[in-house]
């Protein structure tokens, strides 16, 4: 009467409970379910359990989720009847009649003993996380599949915990070089611009504002990069942790198209001083001069100091006005002009026939027009 007593006193107790509990006896029968462990199980009456340990383990399957830190495969209601307290036990439960429903539970063990140290209570005790694993799984989903290169860092140790295809084939590492290591090891800050404050943050879990910075490789060559970090936070053996998510922009074909940029533009600077051709680029819009090359000063006596932001007709080239406003008017209008005639003067008041041609080009990404001016005097 004392045990029935007991028994019935129990099942009021975790009746009401929000936690699933199965009450199992020492015999191996399923003694009770509350509400909450039918619910779990995706069924509407205790006796769709079973009535016994076999008969459950008939009915569900269980599959561990971390079955890493938790030891050999037992069943969990063999694991209770052994009397062993577990506790943080992640599974997956599957009814063996619709195979297509599945749960994630957490649960735990809850044993007590008589006098003599017997088990004389045992029970099943679980937490519904299907949710919380089903949103991890879309992150996952959604992390390994982002085409954009990304690597998470446990903030507790810098050790790398998550890295995605887009950083592998950024960095030419195979993953198994990356999970585990330190952010000492592969440092994704090398010569940051603000590489004191990214690391300070960082230990502190704080967001990592964009910036440029080299990233370690295999081989040992840097790969110019913008970085950023995002405090996240990820399931891990010891439950949540907080963690560093890296985002990366590859730099690598700008800075070859920057290069590339300015060997051209070296080229033709010498081009440009070189050219037996008297030259000279303008502001294109003022029409101002902003360099004039040698030949220019050869042939027109000026110079480059002092036909520096001075404009053709300020240097008192043109020997006809009409000419020159007509000059100006069609390269506004048309921005560019092949072969214009005209009656230049020199330095000492020589006159010169002059084929003008004028381009609109950008050097060092500003607008100018490049004006290119023919000694025709000779030929006519």
């Known amino acids: 009467m004392v045990d029935e007593a007991r028994h019935i006193q129990m099942r009021q107790i975790v009746a009401g409970l929000s936690e699933g509990v199965i009450l199992i006896e020492p015999d191996q029968t399923i003694a009770y379910a509350n509400d909450a462990a039918v619910m779990m199980h995706g069924i509407t009456d205790v006796g769709d359990l079973g009535a016994t340990v076999s008969e459950y383990r008939a009915n569900f399957t269980l599959h561990y989720r971390n079955h890493r830190e938790i030891g050999p495969l037992q069943h969990p209601l063999d694991r209770v009847l052994s009397g062993e307290v577990f506790r943080d036990v992640v599974v997956e439960l599957v009814p063996t009649r619709d195979p297509t429903h ?9 044993v007590t003993t008589d006098a003599a140290g017997t088990p004389s209570g045992l029970a099943l005790v679980m937490q519904d996380v299907s949710e919380r694993y ?38 030419g590492y195979h993953r198994d070089d990356v999970l585990g290591r330190t952010f000492c090891e592969i440092d994704l800050l090398r010569e940051a611009e603000r590489r004191e404050m990214a690391v300070h943050r960082l230990h502190e879990g704080r967001t990592i504002p964009q910036m440029e910075a080299q990233l370690a490789t295999p081989c040992g060559r840097g790969r110019y990069v913008i970085v950023a970090g995002h405090a996240i936070e990820m399931p891990g053996p010891g439950g949540i942790e907080p963690c560093m998510l890296f985002t990366f922009a590859d730099l690598e074909d700008r800075r070859k198209a920057e290069m590339a940029l300015r060997h051209s533009e070296e080229r033709f600077a010498k081009a440009f001083d070189l050219s037996p051709v008297p030259s000279a680029l303008m502001d294109a819009d003022e029409l101002e001069i902003t360099s004039v090359n040698q030949a220019f000063v050869t042939t027109f006596g000026h110079a480059p100091e002092a036909a520096g932001s001075q404009s053709l007709a300020d240097l008192a080239l043109w020997v006809d006005r009409a000419e020159q406003r007509k000059f100006s008017r069609d390269l506004k209008r048309l921005g560019g002009i092949r072969g214009f005639e005209a009656v230049l003067k020199d330095g000492a008041g020589t006159e010169i026939d002059c084929l003008i041609s004028a381009e609109r080009v950008s050097i060092n990404d500003e607008a100018c027009v490049l004006c290119v001016l023919q000694d025709i005097t000779s030929r006519k």
Do not use: K, Y
């Open 134 to 171: 089903q949103a991890e799984a879309r992150f996952e989903r959604m992390f390994n599949a982002n085409p954009a290169p990304a690597i998470i860092c446990r903030i507790a140790d810098l050790r790398f915990v998550r890295v995605n295809h887009g950083f592998l084939d950024l960095t």
């Open 102 to 110: 599945r749960w994630m539970h957490r649960i735990r063990s809850l």
